[in-house]
C-alpha cells in the first residue's frame, strides 16, 4: 500500500533515500531550509510537494524520515509530542550517532508514534541534494535500532526502504556508537589530522602538495567531507572519541619509541599484524567510510590512450564512477586509477581491458 512519506533534509542522505522511496511509488512531501535544494528535488520528480512547515505536514504523513543534522534531529524529535496527529506515524532519523536521538525518542508519549532509530552506513566526501544518487546505499549496512520491540513496524520501514538494496542489521545504540567511533568517526579525525600536518610541511617543502597523490589521497579522502556535519558527529560521540584518542597517542607515542630505539624486530612485528587485519577485512563490502572499487591501468603518455581505455568501457555499458591520472603511485608510475560503483563492475573492467593488453591492478 502506497504511504505519504515526509523526508524532512534533502541532502545526500535524505535526497538519495527520497529517490529511493519514489521509486516504489509512494508519495513524497520534501522539507528543507534551503530552498534551492527544495525546488530542485522538486522540478527533479524526487519530491511530490514541498512542505515549508515540517509540523503541519505530519498531519498527512505516515512516514517520517529526519535526514537532518543530529543536533537538529534532536530538536524535532523533543516537539513531535505538541504535533496533533490524526493516524500512526512511523518516524526514523538517519543520524550516525545514536545515544543522544534514541534518548530523547525514548521521552515521546505521543501513543500515535513509533520511533526507530535508523543509520543508513553509506556517504561520499560530497554533499547536498546534487551529490544525492538512487544507488548509494546499495549493498550498504542500514542499522536500525527500534526504541521498542515493534517487529511489525520494523518489517514496514526495512518494506519502505526495499528498493535501496541495503543489508538491514539491528544493534542497541551504545553497540552502534562504539562501533562508528571505531570504523568512521575516528579515521575521519585522524585523516583531517594528517592533511593539517601536511599543511604545516607544505611552509618548508612548497611542492609536498604536487607530491601528495597515491596513498596519501586515499587515506586522506574522507577529510573533503562536511566539516558541520563532522564537527556535529565529533561532539555527539565526544564520550567514545576521547578515549579513541588517548589510545591513539599512546599508539604513537610506543612508534616513536621503536624508531629513537632502533627497535626494528618490534616494528616488523607491529606493521605485519597491522597488514595481516587490515587483508582480513571484508573487500567487497560497503561501510562507514565510503568504498571506492578501484583498476589501476598503466598508460602511456601519447594523445588519445585515455579515450580508447574509456571506449573499451563505454562499448560494455559499463559505469565509471571516477577517473583520475596518478602522477606518482607507489610501484607503477604513469597509471589511470578508475573508479566503479561495485566490485562487479570493477572485476568485469579489469577482464576487458586485459583482453587489451593492458596492464591492470585491482585495488584489494
Known amino acids: 500500500m502506497n504511504k505519504t512519506v515526509v523526508v524532512a533534509g534533502l541532502g545526500l542522505i535524505g535526497g538519495s533515500l527520497a529517490m529511493n522511496i519514489k521509486k516504489e511509488g509512494h508519495f513524497i512531501l520534501g522539507h528543507d531550509e534551503d530552498v534551492q535544494s527544495l525546488e530542485l528535488a522538486y522540478r527533479q520528480g524526487v519530491i511530490d510537494e514541498k512542505a515549508e512547515d515540517l509540523y503541519e505536514a505530519l498531519s498527512r504523513a505516515d512516514v517520517l524520515f529526519l535526514a537532518l543534522p543530529i543536533t537538529t534531529t534532536v530538536q524535532v524529535i523533543r516537539k513531535l509530542n505538541n504535533v496533533t496527529l490524526t493516524k500512526d506515524l512511523l518516524v526514523t532519523d538517519v543520524s550516525s550517532v545514536k545515544n543522544e536521538v534514541m534518548k530523547e525518542a525514548s521521552l515521546l508519549t505521543n501513543d500515535r508514534i513509533t520511533f526507530i532509530g535508523g543509520h543508513p552506513m553509506s556517504g561520499s566526501h560530497k554533499n547536498g541534494f546534487t551529490a544525492a544518487k538512487p544507488h548509494l546505499f546499495e549493498n550498504a549496512i542500514y542499522v536500525l535500532s527500534p526504541v521498542n520491540d515493534r517487529d511489525e513496524k520494523t518489517k514496514e520501514l526495512r518494506e519502505l526502504l526495499e528498493a535501496t538494496k541495503a543489508r538491514f542489521v539491528t544493534l542497541s545504540p551504545q553497540e552502534h556508537d562504539e562501533m562508528t567511533a571505531v570504523i568512521s568517526h575516528f579515521p575521519h579525525l585522524i585523516a583531517s589530522s594528517l592533511v593539517q600536518q601536511a599543511k604545516k610541511w607544505q611552509h618548508t617543502h612548497p611542492e609536498l602538495k604536487n607530491l601528495a597523490a597515491g596513498g596519501f589521497r586515499d587515506i586522506t579522502r574522507i577529510a573533503s567531507s562536511n566539516p558541520p556535519l563532522w564537527q556535529d558527529i565529533f561532539f555527539q560521540n565526544k564520550q567514545q572519541l576521547v578515549p579513541m584518542l588517548e589510545d591513539w ?21 607491529y606493521l605485519t599484524e597491522a597488514k595481516t587485519f587490515r587483508d582480513g577485512l571484508p573487500v567487497k563490502e560497503k561501510g562507514a567510510i565510503p568504498g571506492f572499487y578501484d583498476i589501476f591501468v598503466d598508460i602511456y603518455d601519447q594523445p588519445g590512450t585515455i579515450h580508447k581505455v574509456i571506449e573499451v568501457l563505454a562499448e560494455a555499458g559499463i559505469s565509471i564512477k571516477n577517473i583520475e591520472i596518478l602522477e606518482i603511485r607507489e610501484g607503477i608510475t604513469g597509471v589511470l586509477r578508475i573508479s566503479f560503483p561495485t566490485g562487479k563492475e570493477q572485476e568485469e573492467s579489469a577482464l576487458l581491458l586485459r583482453r ?7 585495488e584489494q
Do not use: A, P
Open 249 to 269: 597517542i599512546q599508539e604513537m607515542t610506543r612508534l616513536k619509541e621503536y624508531l629513537q630505539n632502533d627497535s626494528q624486530e618490534e616494528t616488523l612485528r
Open 356 to 362: 587489451k593488453n593492458y596492464e591492470v591492478v585491482i
